[in-house]
DNA sequence: TTGTAGGCGTTATCAG
DNA sequence: CTGATAACGCCTACAA
């Protein structure tokens, strides 16, 4: 491959020039000079080495992704991979490369520092749930890595958060199902101690409290977001004398539980109850078109990587805080209550 | 961050002996050398600078992921999200870095060569369907860069093919449905000149020959593999005078459209017809679970990214073949025909 | 504008 | 076994 050095002799300059002209150093050199190199540069074919650019630059040019659970079970998480390939795809096209960080434990011995000290990565998006007291955040917000984490971190000194708006999620969908009538509305949703589960609660809760609707507390199931949870969580929902009209299950699994558990009961939607869920995946793959909010996980890992890249060229200072809107999309699994 | 030297001034040894240690050259270092070494190198919580190593070894310690086709269509299939992670975790597990390569036009100037030449990645995989006469390809095959091709290149001579035993795929579901008794068994698949709607189809094809068993042309749908597709066949084999009792859609999306098919059409899988589809996605996600073929998509991409390594590392010369076995799972949607 | 020279952290060679 | 030392390719003063 030619060199930096190639290219000076090519072009009849110095590198010096060469190297102004490419990394374009504000530094006046003559239209005509540029041209040349330029030429000389098509020319050859040459594109600078990466591995001397980060030795002299002390950049890795690669930020790293880490992710807080094991990858066998993120590798069936569609969001994860949506979130993944927005990451990926600015980074493509900023050419970063990209360093996977497999799950370490919180005990693990070898500090996470050393993993990600400088010189193997510019920077860090953390993705996976998040626990308020896990260390490894803990450890990364203290750390001088600029970090974005895929959620709410809420002591987050540096540490940057952004997230789809989750309160918006558990928001919208309860209001939605407000405006056409319903009274008794069911939530079921993730664990409180991650902070989407927490916040699609509160923004459940927040839409029933405008609405002057009241709380009913057997009306809530939060449990482990799996499908198996999903569906024995309606089935005790069907069990009540006063049954809900209709029902927000808050992650995707749960809503698949709670559609298995409604058929197994012989119910149909919309016209027995009404439900909601949340599209974590094409709804090309899925035999009906249910009423879901729609979170666009693709967007919040371009978003993140933008970001993150703003702050490892110091463009803006931590921390950053973003929540991205979410939409709803009203599919054949809802309907006015009469 | 500690350097080499740092380790070596603290152990009382030369950085050749550090560096001898690291790569465990075959030196013979006394024992008790090494271990001051290693104790010097806990200390100081040294671990070597990648760039440098790459500069210095002249390898980028990278290795990149060609897509063939647009993000925006990839990241909604799933199968490539599951090679991904399939390769990332063997990467992040080797400490490698990935390079995203967004999908480069055929007739792009840029030569890929360019993009991908040493020092930006010691190998390449490719993802997406492959035709073979894809110029990009070509030019992969005659670099001298490894390549692993996720698909089945037939001309290719030093590139490496990698991927799910399709002809499997095509022959496994045929001969199933044959063996509880189907005579008549309907094709959906993609178009014929990707290798995997080609061989999926001989499969099948294969199938019906060793069974005696007359091929009838309309009873095979190739189009592109998408919903619409898979939908608009199924409702045409329907209006045959003599139906199949079975139909095998061999793409994910072509399964999703034959079963709304035969749902708007109020045909009940699998007392009024029989179906196998392709499972290109969790089935929990799924309210029925339909009988299918399980391609492991998530260790293609393991198995892709060990060979690479193993190509890079000259281990292995290529080219190396594997066809990765597939599986078939009965679920709900099939039955013997009586 | 140019050329030179030192530095970035490792690897690898080669004479001790 | 060790210790210098020359690459590796680029960036960045600094002096001209």
């Known amino acids: 491959m030619p060199t930096i050095k190639d290219v000076a002799k090519k072009a009849g300059v110095s590198v010096t020039a060469v190297s102004f002209v490419i990394n374009n150093v504000p530094v006046p050199l003559s239209e005509k000079t540029k041209e040349r190199i330029w030429a000389a540069i098509r020319e050859l074919g040459y594109s600078p080495n990466r591995a001397a650019q980060s030795l002299a630059r002390r950049r890795a040019e690669t930020i790293a992704i880490l992710f807080l659970q094991p990858v066998s079970n993120i590798f069936a998480d569609i969001p994860y991979s949506q979130i993944l390939f927005g990451v990926g795809s600015k980074l493509a096209q900023s050419g970063l490369r990209l360093l996977l960080i497999p799950p370490i434990e919180s005990n693990e011995e070898t500090p996470l520092r050393r993993k990600l000290h400088k010189g193997e990565a510019d920077g860090v998006i953390v993705v996976g749930p998040i626990r308020q007291n896990d260390k490894r955040i803990k450890e990364l917000d203290n750390s001088d890595l600029p970090v974005i984490l895929i959620g709410n971190y809420k002591d987050a000194k540096k540490a940057s958060c952004i997230d789809i708006d989750n309160f918006a999620v558990g928001y919208k969908a309860a209001d939605y199902l407000i405006s056409i009538g319903h009274k008794s509305i069911a939530f079921l949703g993730g664990p409180l101690y991650y902070s989407y589960g927490q ?116 463009e803006r200072q931590p921390p950053i805080h973003k929540k991205i809107p979410i939409k709803i999309r009203i599919g054949s699994t809802t309907k006015p209550l009469t």
Chains 1, 2 share one sequence.
Request: overall charge negative; cysteine-free; glycine content about 6%.
């Open 199 to 314: 916040e699609r609660f509160l923004g459940y809760k927040k839409a029933l409290e405008e609405n002057n609707l009241p709380f009913d507390e057997e009306n809530v199931h939060i449990a482990p977001a799996t499908v198996e949870e999903g569906y024995n969580a309606t089935l005790k929902l069907l069990e009540k004398e006063n049954k809900p009209t209709a029902i927000f299950a808050s992650t995707g699994l749960m809503g698949v539980g709670a559609i298995r558990a409604l058929r197994d009961k012989g119910l149909h939607l919309p016209d027995d109850i009404s439900l909601i869920t949340l599209q974590e995946y094409p709804t090309s793959l899925m035999e009906i078109e249910p009423t879901a909010i729609v979170p666009p996980f693709y967007r919040l890992g371009l978003i993140s990587a933008i970001a993150l890249l703003k702050l490892i060229n110091g």
